[in-house]
Every structure is written in C-alpha cells, then in structure tokens.
C-alpha cells in the first residue's frame, strides 16, 4: 500500500503547500547544525558500545538529523518523506543519494523488514492523526533491526494543540509509553529532554529502545 492510498488531513497539508512552507523555512544554517549535532551526541552515546551501523529517519524534511549525523557517525543513511520538494533538497545538497530517500509514508514502508540498525523519528509522530499512529508505531518497529529512537514532544495525557494556527495537525502524549506498551519486546536504553532555553533546541523529549527477540 503506498501512501496515496492512506488519505489524511496531515498528509494533505505536509505533502502541499504548507509543507513546502516549512522546507522553506528550514535551512542547515552552522548554529541550528550545532545544536542538532549536540541533539545526536547525547543519543548517541548510549550506543557508543554497539553503533548502528544503518540509520533510517522516518519524516527527514531537508535533512537536519540526517546531516548531523553524516557528520557523526559512518552509518549508512536512508530516509522516507512524503513531501517533494524536501526529497529534492535531500539530493541536491547531496545528503542522500537519490536510492536512499523514499517517497512515503510511515504507515506503510516500503522496506523488508529489519533494514536498518536503527530507525528514528524527530517531530513526526506529533503530526500523525491518533488514529494512523498504529499503524506507523507498527511499521517503524518492523524495519528496524537494532533500535528505535523517539524525539517529540511530550504530554502526560494524549492532547491536541493548535499548530500554525491549525487544529487537526499536532497530537502529544508520552510517546515512550506508547512503544512500550506497543511492543513488549522493547527494552529502555536510555531517555532525556532537550531543554530550549539551554540547548537551542525545541522541548523536545526523546528515547532509544532496542529492539529484543
Ligand atoms: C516537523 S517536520 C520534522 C523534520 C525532521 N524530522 C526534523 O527533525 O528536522 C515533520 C516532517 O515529517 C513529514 N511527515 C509528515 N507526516 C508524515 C508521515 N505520516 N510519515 C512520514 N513523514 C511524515 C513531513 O513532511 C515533514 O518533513
């Protein structure tokens, strides 16, 4: 099933206009690199005793993470994104080449199972309808080999909040308790929190799990 057969009201608007808005927006400018190279090292760390050795960014828009970590690490780098003009700049500045990016969506990855050691998300699963983060939590767990890791935003309770003056668009809820309680065979290696005044970075929440049989 390819994306155009999952119709959302998410979809729609990262795939259109105010999609291609936020690729605008976004550029790697040497601060904002900084900070995700900052972001990567402390996640990184845990797994210092058995890399990745293949890292799969579900919803990569231009490629912050993927650039920090091409800087990082010697993994190699793969990404889906439902939005063109994001997986243009992905190949024009050469951060994939054009076999690794997919069009796509996580609900459905077109990927056998276990691809990559470790297969991530930063602010994507926020913008997934809670009725479609099933079937993406699923599908995120099925190619990854090693490890899955999480950075979102987070909420004690599932809650809606307004996004660009948008409702419909961003969902937070405590997203490590969601693959936990998803699939058991996930055991913590290790969680933190970004904290934007001192990191540059949004209040971002994030986990590793790795993935046990
Ligand atoms: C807020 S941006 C985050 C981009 C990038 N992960 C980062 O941290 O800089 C959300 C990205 O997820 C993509 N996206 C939205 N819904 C998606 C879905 N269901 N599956 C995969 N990617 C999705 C959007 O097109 C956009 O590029």
Not at 42 to 49: K, V, Y
Not at 145 to 167: G, L
């Amino acid at each position: 099933m390819g994306k155009k057969d999952i119709p959302s009201q998410q979809l729609d608007a990262w795939q259109g206009d105010f999609g291609d808005a936020y690729v605008e927006r976004n550029a790697p400018v040497p601060e904002i690199m900084e900070t995700r190279r900052g972001m990567w090292r402390e996640i990184l760390a845990p797994l210092s005793g058995d890399p990745p050795t293949s890292i799969f960014e579900v919803g990569a828009n231009i490629g912050l993470n993927l650039r920090a970590l091409g800087d990082l690490t010697d993994a190699r780098l793969m990404a889906i994104e439902p939005n063109e003009s994001a997986r243009k700049r992905l190949i024009a500045d050469d951060v994939l080449a054009a076999d690794d990016i997919y069009d796509g969506v996580a609900q459905s990855i077109d990927l056998p199972d276990g691809a990559a050691d470790m297969v991530f998300t930063s602010g994507v699963l926020i913008h997934i309808s809670p009725a479609d983060l099933g079937a993406a939590c699923t599908e995120i767990y099925r190619v990854s080999n090693k490890y899955i890791a999480c950075i979102e935003y987070f909420s004690d309770t599932p809650e809606e909040v307004r996004y660009r003056n948008q409702d419909g668009l961003l969902f937070k809820r405590d997203f490590g308790e969601l693959w936990m309680n998803s699939f058991p065979t996930l055991s913590l290696v290790d969680y933190g929190f970004f904290w934007k005044r001192a990191t540059g970075l949004d209040n971002l929440t994030w986990w590793v799990f790795r993935k046990n049989s």
